[in-house]
């Protein structure tokens, strides 16, 4: 998952002159009796509503043997049906409104999503309210489901990423559940058809009130019409979430390494991680952190200029600096153009850290920095949609919107030494992980 | 929001005229630009297109156009070299893309008005002032091939499909060869290659300038007295390509992998704006609307047989189909294909997966489309189109490519919305019954089991398929019948390609 802090303009006007905070609408958050919260965001959007139920159990929930994947797998038999409006009259009744709607998972969280006209907000409403509280399948229909999350798994081996993921992951991790990537390990997934039990176990005890956020955004003003009918409709569903002990990472001590081997002449990846902090908004450690991901692998960064711009030796630098929910991993991930030039574009990343170890980075571009972060939020939410896209990590992984004003109020005090501090202190050999992709024949 | 038409746009400025001292007649962009303005959007949406495609690549030096385009949206200008270009553009948060497609060439960007000015010239300079220098060159010109040569080989095989797919279909024609070129053509190309290539093409009587949101009245004409600096010309395009199929031919892209990726499809007579495209545009929803589960074949191979993660079919090219849920903008063609895109699936499956998208085609055009199907289709498009345009820069793409299918306000979508409002099912059928004939196929098939795959095919043998689950019975007596469905294709027909052979030349 990734926090992606890119935004829109419509809403930095109006923050500036509404007060200090970057939000930019005004939004309402209410908690049912069962636990749960229903966040409202009205804005004006031609007729359109996006409609986000956010479930905070996403791949780092399945902490027993055999289960990885399965959060996502669950969230492709969400779309099943109940005994009320069976798989194919829920198809037809969304089809019919023309609803854009799916649904992703990823390492927190499981998200399902419509975007469609505002007056079909009352069958929305109703049709996401009976899915979450009475799905029913077969066990056939969870067989072919199980087939088609296989195929979803094949389609993933040909992407070189996801192949450097999967390797990078299991070798950075001992016992935490970031140790799989969301879709799972493969024997798991081969398994998968047997699972049936097991998912109606993962349906009773994730699938509670006080486990799921509702964000509605859009055409919803007044809002009480929308809060009314989700009272309606949810208000009977029985609470009980239990949190699932996932274990705690232990501290490393050693740098790690693995070699992954790729079927095809690809261009080769290289991955350098370190373990980084559970997100927090308010904390300081994890703004420097995304400023600091900027400062070093972003399209400004001296390592940019010279690997991608001077050298050559580098095609794609990315910064991946994310923001999780537990203390997960923070690097640089580089397309290297050839082999032979993985040693000297490992070396430049050193380099690259020890230089802000060593001194921190110019005042200007940490600012440039902070400017980019914001705009770039504020630049992302300009439909509904959209909006509710990008509010979806921080509400799974905080639990609301107050988050984004408080982040960016954190960010606002970073600091040159700050980032220096952090890199010192955070980007240390020992607590790294470095994977190395290469095509073979 | 409104569009405004040219009409409106010479009144705009006429209403300044009396404040301006007569100038001499200056040179002048020759196309009225496109303008969507919302008052409301603090960002503005910047288009500007040339018909300055892949289809103008002199022959042995397929990928000009692309990297002439893309060293103007990713290289140094006369005034800025490109990490200087980033660091301006990095603390606004925007930046200039291009897109280069066979026909049109369109740069895009957005920015919020507190920007507006430095953005603006930064833009104007990579359009109006490019260096063209050799070390941006080299870079883009690798990154090209590698593109080519390493990832679309050998890193996606959906893209690899679907690549081979129209390089086969449209061979020996200028739309032949992917818009970024071939490995021998990026080889072949010098800078003074490019140099010429943008002093012919990029001329202020093609190039068409789009505005979308909260911009000022002055600013469409600042940009168009700066765009007039451009050198005068039209070049003659080529005509579009003119591809007729006998019957149906396979290509089999050799090379290993866990999955066979199949794509297939044949050139589409009709384009945007002609009045059949509608009603082809729902049949085409109903069989294979792109990333929905209300896609038939979706509903036939995904979901009741779970042999993939999807299954679409497309009457408009569309790129990048692993990644976006909605149909991109500034990809205008005059020849279009009608293509159906299944998702690898096992290999093993692979034949079975053919034959069952091949019947459902044939199916759709022989009975066609059914009543209740046509309703909620139609029903369906009427609301789930406003997605396809839901920001200002899309509607902005949408508006500009109105201009190139030569279709006037209120727009496409707008268009078909209109239409379905009284299409009928009989309309449907008929433009299906005109414009779809799956007799006459190019498919494109990327597996590790070439040899098998052809020979299984040439001879029809029976292509069972087994699951590790139970199955429905009515699943299972289609199957039969599917796993027998005639193909039609004789081993000469079928060619089998080892990757490293496509996109050389």
């Known amino acids: 998952m990734h926090l992606k802090f890119a935004l829109p303009a419509v809403l930095l006007a109006l923050a500036a002159a509404a007060s200090a905070g970057v939000f930019p609408y005004r939004f309402e958050t209410h908690t049912l009796a069962n636990g749960l919260k229903v966040i409202l965001v009205p804005m004006p959007a031609e007729g359109l509503v996006a409609y986000y139920s956010i479930v905070r159990t996403g791949s780092r929930d399945e902490v027993e043997p055999g289960r990885s994947g399965f959060a996502h797998f669950f969230e492709h038999m969400m779309f099943r049906g109940t005994e009320r409006f069976p798989a194919g009259e829920y198809d037809r009744l969304i089809t019919a409104m023309g609803a854009n709607a799916n649904a992703y998972t990823t390492d927190d969280y499981t998200c399902y999503h419509l975007s469609f006209a505002a007056k ?106 929308t809060l009314t009918l989700i009272r309606q409709h949810y208000g009977h569903w029985q609470s009980g979430y239990i949190p699932p002990q996932v274990p705690v990472e232990p501290e490393q001590t050693t740098p790690r390494r693995v070699e992954v081997p790729y079927q095809g002449r690809t261009l080769p990846l290289l991955a350098v991680m370190w373990k980084a902090p559970a997100f927090d908004p308010a904390d300081l450690d994890v703004a420097a952190g995304l400023a600091l991901g900027e400062l070093l692998a972003g399209p400004t960064s001296p390592l940019y200029r010279e690997l991608v711009l001077n050298r050559r030796t580098v095609q794609r630098l990315m910064g991946q600096f994310q923001a999780q929910r537990d203390p997960g991993l923070w690097g640089v991930i580089a397309q290297v153009a050839e082999d032979e030039h993985l040693p000297e574009v490992e070396k430049a990343i050193a380099d690259a850290v020890a230089e802000l170890e060593r001194r921190p980075p110019a005042a200007e571009h940490l600012e440039a920095v902070k400017a980019h972060l914001r705009y770039s939020f504020l630049m992302s939410l300009e439909t509904p949609d959209q909006l509710a896209g990008e509010l979806a990590p921080w509400i799974a992984l905080t639990g609301g919107v107050e988050g984004v004003d408080t982040f960016f109020a954190t960010l606002e005090r970073v600091t040159p030494a700050e980032v220096q501090r952090l890199a010192a202190a955070r980007l240390r050999p020992e607590r790294s992980t470095v994977a190395v992709l290469k095509g073979v024949e | 929001m409104r569009l405004l038409t040219a009409a409106a746009f010479a009144l705009l400025f006429a209403s300044c005229a009396g404040t301006r001292p007569p100038a001499p007649p200056a040179a002048r962009v020759a196309n009225a630009p496109v303008l969507l303005p919302v008052p409301s959007d603090p960002t503005v949406s910047f288009s500007l297109s040339f018909p300055a495609g892949s289809q103008m690549d002199p022959p042995g030096k397929e990928g000009l156009a692309y990297l002439t385009a893309t060293l103007m949206a990713e290289g140094a200008t006369t005034r800025n070299s490109y990490a200087a270009i980033l660091e301006q553009l990095y603390p606004m948060a925007a930046g200039y893309q291009v897109r280069v497609d066979v026909e049109q060439v369109t740069f895009t960007g957005r920015v919020h008005r507190d920007h507006l000015a430095a953005y603006s010239d930064l833009l104007l300079d990579a359009i109006l002032r490019p260096a063209f220098a050799a070390d941006d060159l080299e870079r883009l010109r690798q990154r090209a091939l590698a593109h080519l040569t390493r990832t679309l080989r050998y890193s996606s095989d959906e893209e690899l499909g679907k690549a081979a797919l129209y390089t086969t279909v449209f061979a020996g024609t200028p739309y032949g060869h992917l818009p970024v070129g071939t490995v021998a053509g990026l080889k072949a190309i010098t800078l003074e290659d490019v140099r010429r290539f943008y002093r012919t093409h990029y001329t202020r009587d093609t190039v068409t300038l789009g505005l979308g949101g909260g911009f000022d009245d002055a600013l469409p004409g600042r940009l168009l007295a700066a765009l007039a600096q451009l050198p005068a010309g039209v070049p003659a395009l080529p005509p579009p390509p003119a591809v007729t199929l006998r019957g149906r031919q396979v290509v089999i892209v050799a090379k290993p992998g ?151 306000p209120p727009g496409h979508l707008a268009r078909l919305r209109g239409r379905l409002a009284t299409l009928t099912g009989e309309e449907v059928n008929a433009a299906l019954r005109r414009h779809l004939n799956p007799e006459h196929l190019v498919i494109a098939i990327v597996t590790e089991r070439a040899e098998a795959l052809a020979e299984a095919l040439a001879s029809e043998a029976e292509s069972p398929i087994t699951y590790d689950t139970p199955k429905p019975p009515k699943v299972l007596a289609e199957d039969a019948l599917i796993a027998r469905h005639p193909l039609r294709i004789p081993r000469e027909r079928i060619r089998i390609v080892p990757v490293d052979e496509l996109f050389e030349r």
């Not at chain 1, 009976?130 to 399948?137: I, K, P």
């Not at chain 1, 799989?180 to 699972?195: K, L, V």
């Not at chain 2, 029903?379 to 406003?386: A, I, K």
């Open chain 2, 258 to 408: 866990p999955a066979t990726a199949i794509s297939f499809g044949f050139p589409l007579a009709i384009r945007r704006g002609h009045d059949d495209f509608y009603p082809l545009w729902v049949a085409n929803s109903w069989l294979g609307e792109h990333r929905n589960s209300s896609s038939h074949l979706y509903q036939v191979i995904r979901e009741a047989r779970g042999l993939n993660y999807g299954d679409y079919s497309y009457i408009e090219h569309f790129p990048e189909g692993g990644w976006r849920t909605v149909p991109p903008v500034n990809v205008p063609r005059r020849q279009q294909l009608f293509e159906v895109w299944i998702r690898p699936v096992p290999n093993a499956a692979a034949h079975f997966a053919l034959r069952a998208a091949v019947r459902e085609l044939e199916k759709l055009v022989a009975n066609g489309l059914e009543d209740v199907a046509f309703a909620l289709t139609r029903d369906f498009l009427l609301t789930y189109s406003l997605h396809y345009a839901d920001t200002t820069a899309t509607r902005l793409g949408y508006a500009v490519d109105d201009r190139f299918y030569g279709i006037g």
């Open chain 1, 120 to 225: 079909d907000l009352p069958q929305v409403v109703e049709l996401e309210a009976d899915r979450f509280q009475n799905l029913a399948y077969t066990e056939q229909d969870f067989q072919t489901e199980a087939g088609a999350v296989y195929g979803e798994y094949r389609k993933g081996r040909t992407n070189p990423f996801e192949v450097l993921e999967e390797a990078l992951r299991d070798t950075a991790f001992e016992v935490h559940t970031y140790k799989h990537t969301t879709i799972g390990f493969e024997a798991d997934i081969a398994a998968m058809p047997g699972m049936l039990d097991y998912s109606r176990s993962f349906f009773q005890r994730f699938y509670r009130p006080d486990n799921v956020i509702i964000l509605v955004a859009g055409e919803i003003d007044p809002v009480e019409a």
